[in-house]
């Protein structure tokens, strides 16, 4: 509250109470002012101020069509001149002839009114000046029916159809027949609606039709029959667009509920032979979902499997259709086929297929490894299944023209070609299929195939070829001495046992030199001492121990590792001495018992006291201990006591020492063997050097 000048007290009026009786103003309905006629003249001064209102509002916006209806509208229920309500409709037309409603609600005041015959009039200007309007249309036959104007009816029908009306016009004729049960003339009509409108939609209605009447199954078979052969023409030409499979479906099963279940199959045979019928892929599909489901219903366990392989099929070739290089789907299409052997449709999917090549050289991958597989799958099947061999030959050069072989190539379908030459040519086939192999070489020689290689090297050994498989063996270890001595050795151990079949042992002992000499070169020492073991087992298999003795004695002369001198010492005692085999080849049993002697304890012991020595004089204690470690096993399991405490006295002592690396001091552990502390020389003493300390200095004092 605030106070006036004068002392009184002035009401606060604040924010919210403005915005309150805002709103509630805004909320009360604005309401024309009541007028009372209390007379003629009244009566007659209102509606002149009306219609000059509407006359104003119409000179303002003609084109304000509801302001004409609300005009008319006036004039019929507030004044019942009809006579100016027709001026205004009138006018209102000839503003916009085209605007439905004017026609709609002008014709529907006349038949509010029962003046039919307006109403009449009116609708026959309408469908005269608009014939492709429907709802005029619409309501001239509505009237005419709710007349009784049957015939009536069906001439204005007549003349909207020669107007090649939309299906609705068609839809209304025979639902008018139908409703008075003129059938005849409903078929009359159908047949004329699906030579203007010939889809699946139309026919299907026409059928719904015929269902409705008993004991009509002829009749309905005919109308399927009809549809079939006149779809089935205009896809034929191109000219349908929609899918029509579903009137197909559609009568298989009506023709399995009338208990056809043969004709139904039929229908559905009929149609999924390719040779007859191309139906596009997603049409396909569909008819064989509904060939699946009457299967399911009604098929015996073989058409069952056969519809669930007709689907399959469609799925792979979808795929297929979508990414060619799904080789996977290739090879379960070709599956298919083949249970269905149509050898026309296999023939004609593996010639798809190899057009399907990997676009990518960048190196074996799984779609290049795949392909290949596919690819020798459709030569082998046209030389054995068809039999045509010169068609396979030619699958397999094409297969060969497609591999990128500067990148990289597939030892297998060289490998399937030189077979194929083999078995299909008599006369000239080995050689064939040695320059296929010598092709495959040639172009693979910078990238050794093993599986080549060998292939052609048991080829040669089965003929008999020993020298060309000799040059064989010698191009590989050429091709392979860019990649490395492992390679080279994986080689030359193959070489020998070619070797040693063939009972060469001297170009065996050539091979392993070789190899030993090339490790030398090379400083593989690892490598080497596998080269060196190899060498000596060979020799041993032939019983030669003096050369595999001589084997050990070169091996350790050039070798510092302790696992040769042990090999060497076992080695003495795993053969027989020349008393035992004296023995062996005076018995006439296959088999004699073999027992460690004391030659062979002396011999082994021998072999370890040398190995001690040999690495005592290199100072490698490491070496030496394991050395001592292998002699005590052997001893503990052959010798007796004393030779087990001989060995443990040359045990050496753990000494724990510190010496600084790189600046920081750490702690190592020295093995301080008896035998080399009665042989180091004596250390100075610290009073000797003191001593000859003083005499320095007397002399240069």
């Not at 205009?234 to 009506?254: C, H, N, P, R």
């Not at 043969?262 to 191309?278: G, M, N, P, T």
């Not at 492992?486 to 060469?504: D, G, T």
């Not at 060196?532 to 298999?541: H, P, T």
């Amino acid at each position: 509250m605030a106070q006036s000048a004068s002392g009184s007290t002035v009401p606060q009026v604040t924010s919210s109470q403005i915005l309150k009786e805002a709103f509630e103003s805004k909320e009360q309905r604005w309401s024309r002012p009541q007028q009372t006629i209390q007379d003629l003249e009244d009566l007659r001064s209102f509606q002149i101020t009306k219609r000059r209102e509407y006359e104003q509002q119409i000179n303002k916006n003609r084109l304000n069509y509801g302001q004409w209806l609300r005009y008319a509208k006036w004039e019929v229920e507030f004044n019942r001149d009809f006579t100016r309500a027709r001026s205004i409709y009138e006018r209102a037309l000839e503003v916009d002839v085209e605007h439905i409603p004017f026609w709609t609600q002008y014709i529907r005041m006349e038949l509010h009114h029962r003046n039919v015959n307006h109403a009449r009039n009116l609708l026959e200007r309408g469908v005269t000046v608009l014939p492709r309007v429907h709802k005029l249309w619409f309501m001239y036959v509505q009237t005419e029916e709710i007349l009784g104007h049957y015939q009536a009816v069906r001439d204005i029908f007549e003349r909207w159809l020669s107007w090649h009306p939309t299906p609705e016009a068609w839809d209304a004729y025979i639902n008018f027949e139908r409703r008075y049960d003129e059938y005849d003339n409903a078929r009359s009509i159908f047949v004329r609606y699906v030579s203007e409108h010939d889809t699946v939609e139309t026919w299907s209605k026409w059928i719904h039709m015929e269902s409705g009447i008993l004991d009509n199954v002829p009749h309905i078979r005919k109308i399927y029959e009809l549809a079939a052969n006149t779809l089935l023409e205009k896809l034929k030409t191109g000219t349908v667009k929609e899918d029509i499979m579903s009137i197909f479906i559609q009568w298989a099963s009506w023709e399995a509920s009338v208990r056809e279940q043969e004709r139904a199959s039929a229908i559905y045979s009929v149609l999924l032979d390719e040779s007859k019928f191309q139906f596009p892929q997603h049409q396909r599909e569909t008819l064989l979902r509904g060939f699946a489901d009457f299967e399911r219903q009604y098929g015996n366990h073989d058409t069952i499997e056969k519809s669930i392989r007709l689907k399959r099929r469609a799925e792979y070739e979808q795929e297929i259709k979508t990414d060619p290089h799904n080789y996977d789907s290739w090879w379960a299409l070709i599956d298919i086929l083949k249970e269905e052997n149509k050898t026309g449709d296999i023939k004609e999917t593996y010639e798809k297929f190899m057009n399907t090549s990997p676009t990518t050289d960048d190196g074996k991958t799984v779609y290049w490894r795949r392909f290949v597989l596919l690819g020798i799958r459709y030569a082998l099947w046209t030389e054995f299944d068809v039999e045509d061999v010169e068609e396979a030959r030619s699958v397999w050069n094409r297969l060969l023209q497609a591999i990128p072989h500067k990148q990289f190539t597939f030892s297998k379908v060289w490998i399937g070609v030189a077979e194929f030459e083999l078995r299909n040519s008599p006369e000239d086939g080995l050689l064939r299929a040695r320059k296929v192999l010598g092709r495959s070489i040639g172009l693979t020689s910078s990238r050794a195939k093993p599986k080549l290689f060998r292939f052609y090297i048991e080829l040669e050994r089965k003929l008999g070829e020993w020298d060309r498989a000799r040059k064989l063996f010698e191009k590989w270890i050429e091709t392979e001495s860019s990649n490395g001595v492992q390679n080279i050795w994986s080689v030359v151990k193959q070489y020998v046992a070619f070797e040693e079949a063939n009972r060469e042992h001297e170009r065996c002992r050539s091979l392993f030199e070789f190899m030993l000499d090339l490790t030398t070169r090379e400083n593989d020492v690892k490598l080497k001492g596998t080269v060196w073991n190899s060498y000596i087992e060979f020799e041993k298999d032939l019983f030669n121990y003096s050369l595999a003795r001589d084997l050990y004695e070169r091996y350790t002369k050039t070798s510092d590792v302790a696992s040769s001198w042990i090999s060497f010492a076992l080695f003495e005692s795993s053969i027989p001495t020349e008393e035992q085999l004296r023995i062996f080849e005076e018995s006439e049993e296959e088999e004699v018992e073999f027992n460690i002697t004391d030659q062979h304890k002396q011999n082994t012991s021998a072999i370890f006291k040398r190995a001690l020595e040999h690495f005592a004089a290199k100072g490698l204690s490491e070496e030496r201990l394991v050395v001592l470690r292998a002699w005590q096993g052997y001893e503990n399991e052959h010798g007796d006591e004393q030779s087990v405490k001989q060995v443990q006295e040359l045990l050496p002592e753990f000494v724990r020492k510190r010496r600084v690396v790189n600046g920081v001091e750490e702690e190592y552990i020295e093995y301080e063997f008896p035998g080399d502390k009665e042989s180091a020389p004596a250390e100075p003493s610290i009073n000797k050097f003191l001593q000859n300390a003083k005499l320095w200095a007397a002399k240069n004092g």
